[in-house]
């Protein structure tokens, strides 16, 4: 048990860094509900009905262009997810179960990935991509994030899949199913908390990215959201009231899919498997 | 019929054997017990059996059907495991059902097998419940459950029991007796508790070191255990054995220069060193029988209806006695243990019985 003073120190340090942390959100979210005077005049003053306005929504959502960035954002995002966390789950399982000649090698290539940055290749990238003909796709997005995102998660799946009881695995053989249904059936939901981990720190970095998408899809209407708000950032004139609409609209499909995630993060469930 | 025959099986990680030469028959309907100390290989048989384990050479059938190069799913077996191994995101129902499915069993016949099994089991109540929400005993039902409702050939149960409370132990395995009964199904059944093997089974495989040191009724293994190793690993306490050198009238030396009457076997030679070997059980207190030893009293184990007396002789080794009731000795002091000649057991020099 806790003495009740420091409890109170923990929390006091706590809170503080949650205001710390929410205040530029806070302040974002704000201020796009304010007029153009208003943000530059009262920068930290609640919208008041003299100031409330909505121009900077009007012009993010009566501009098509943008709404379909957002349907790019959540379609890479999304993607990403989905093929880092299937193959990374089946590379997991293929290097835990299996003893194979170059296992041991194939691990520490993975786990190289982990400590080398991928942008340190950008420039190998562009000419990849380039050749392949994938340029101003979504699909070089989403290679790309993938392959970024595989050696992390089959590492930290690899962890999961090998705490689940050997026992288990071989009661399924006897029960008749292939290697790939004991990964479907048996080791998938198993691995759920690790999955929807891996998803979660998968998904915002992409999500926030700049650099691939300016580098592999500048232009030809597949720009993600982050880069389409660059459009109303100019040299000489920036539009505040839609950067930061759109800036807020931006936290909503992000916020959702953590929402949906962190509710699988349930500790415990492999518990009265075996004793 | 479904008889597992096993022949000349062999099986070694690189240069160490695990499994050397093994030769056994379940027959169909028996009850199989492998015993053995822990690293014996009994476990790697088992697993072998089902297929868990792949072989370096020899051949296996079940129900006539070389199984050697099937995968488990097609020897038609199920294997208990120690563990239980039950999934844990399934409710009890589908995790005896979830094999039959993949089996692609008809729903109204998995539903009546799995029905079947739960009233047998009495886990009717328990059908919707999952794994975690059960004790201990219940899982190990659920896991039983899970191998009746594939109807195979031979059930494998690799230490069932071992990780059940003393009181739970005792039941399930009155459960597993009658099950074996009522099922009349061919077991295979894996323990270190010689009290399990000595009440479920119909047949006993004493293993040490990866091979077979002597199969048989329970019985016979009790009272002609064919070497030193399995006379010491059947019975509680285990037995005694004393060195002795045979002499030319037929007399035994023992290490202490004790003489004792026997007749020895023909086969032993004069001066041959062999080993006498007597249960606990078989010795009664204060020598008016064939054979005598003198000792002093160690230590007495008091378990209420007898008791254990260890003994030392004067050469050092100790003797363990069984007394019924209160014995009224008292530690140290002089004692005499008689037993009855029938009940020596003589190997020879190499450990094996005359």
């Known amino acids: 048990m806790r003495k009740p003073a420091s409890t109170f120190v923990v929390h006091v340090i706590l809170i503080l860094y949650t205001i710390l942390a929410l205040f530029p959100i806070i302040l974002v979210i704000m201020n796009s509900f304010k007029a153009r005077k208003a943000i530059f005049g009262s920068p930290l003053a609640l919208p008041t009905p003299s100031t ?15 709404v379909s960035y957002y349907i790019n954002s959540i379609t890479v995002t999304g993607s990403t997810i989905f093929f880092t966390l299937l193959l990374g789950a089946m590379a997991a399982w293929a290097l835990t179960e299996y003893k194979f000649r170059w296992n041991a090698l194939l691990t520490l290539f993975l786990a190289i990935g982990i400590m080398v940055p991928i942008r340190l290749g950008s420039v190998a990238i562009i000419q990849l991509i380039v050749q392949m003909n994938l340029i101003n796709t979504l699909t070089a997005l989403i290679l790309v994030y993938t392959a970024q995102n595989l050696p992390l998660s089959i590492f930290i799946l690899s962890e999961f899949i090998a705490q689940i009881p050997k026992d288990l695995r071989e009661a399924a053989r006897c029960d008749g199913l292939s290697e790939y249904n004991i990964f479907f059936f048996i080791v998938l939901p198993l691995i759920r908390p690790a999955m929807a981990t891996v998803a979660v720190f998968t998904m915002i970095p992409v999500w926030n990215d700049l650099w691939f998408p300016l580098l592999l899809a500048p232009t030809g209407g597949k720009q993600t959201i982050t880069l389409g708000i660059q459009q109303f950032l100019g040299q000489y004139i920036t539009d505040w009231n839609a950067v930061l609409a759109a800036l807020s609209t931006a936290i909503i499909p992000v916020l959702i899919l953590y929402i949906i995630f962190s509710r699988q993060l349930i500790r415990g469930l492999t518990s009265g498997a075996v004793k | 019929m479904s008889e597992v ?26 009850f199989v017990v492998l015993v053995g100390p822990s690293g014996c290989g009994k476990s790697t048989l088992l697993r072998s059996i089902a297929g868990l384990e792949p072989v370096s050479s020899g051949s296996m059938t079940i129900g006539g059907k070389t199984v050697n190069d099937l ?65 201990g005993g219940q899982r190990q ?13 031979v059930f494998l149960f690799d230490e069932p029991l071992s990780n059940l409370d003393a009181a739970l132990r005792i039941n399930t395995r009155v459960e597993i007796a009658k099950l074996h009964k009522m099922l009349k199904a061919t077991i295979v059944y894996v323990t270190h508790d010689q009290v399990e093997a000595m009440t479920l089974a119909d047949k006993i495989v004493v293993m040490n070191k990866g091979r077979i040191e002597q199969s048989g009724e329970p019985l016979d293994l009790y009272y002609k255990p064919a070497n030193i190793f399995v006379a010491g690993f059947i019975g509680s306490p285990a037995m005694n054995f004393l060195g002795a050198t045979v002499k030319k009238n037929g007399a035994v030396t023992l290490v ?34 064939d054979l005598k030893f003198k000792g002093t009293v160690d230590i007495i184990e008091r378990l209420g209806e007898m008791g254990f007396a260890h003994l030392r002789l004067s050469s050092g080794q100790t003797i363990i006695a069984e007394v019924r009731g209160d014995p009224g000795m008292d530690i140290g002091a002089a004692t005499n243990i008689g037993l009855a000649e029938e009940h020596l057991h003589l190997f020879d020099g190499n450990g094996n019985r005359f």
């Not at chain 2, 993949?102 to 794994?131: G, H, S, Y």
């Not at chain 2, 039902?141 to 050939?153: N, T």
């Open chain 2, 141 to 153: 039902r659920v896991a039983i459950g899970r191998a009746i409702v594939r109807k195979p050939q």
């Open chain 1, 52 to 66: 409330f306005s909505l121009i900077g929504y009007d012009k993010v959502f009566g501009d098509n262009s943008i």
């Open chain 2, 71 to 135: 995968p488990p799913a097609q020897r038609e077996i199920a294997m208990v495991f120690q563990s239980y191994a039950l999934y844990p995101h399934m409710d009890v129902y589908s995790n005896m059902a979830f094999g039959l499915k993949f089996a692609r069993t008809p729903k109204a016949e998995i539903d009546a097998r799995v029905n079947e099994a739960a009233r047998i089991l009495q886990l009717e109540p328990l059908l919707k419940r999952r794994p975690r929400e059960l004790s």
């Open chain 2, 5 to 30: 025959k096993i022949d000349k099986l062999c099986k070694s990680y690189g240069p160490v054997e695990v499994l050397r030469d093994i030769d056994l028959t379940v027959e169909d309907g028996s």
């Open chain 2, 256 to 289: 202490d220069g004790q003489e004792l009457k026997l007749k020895t076997p023909t086969a032993a030679k004069a001066g041959q060193n062999i080993t006498i070997g007597f249960r606990p059980e078989h010795t009664t207190l204060h020598g008016n029988k």
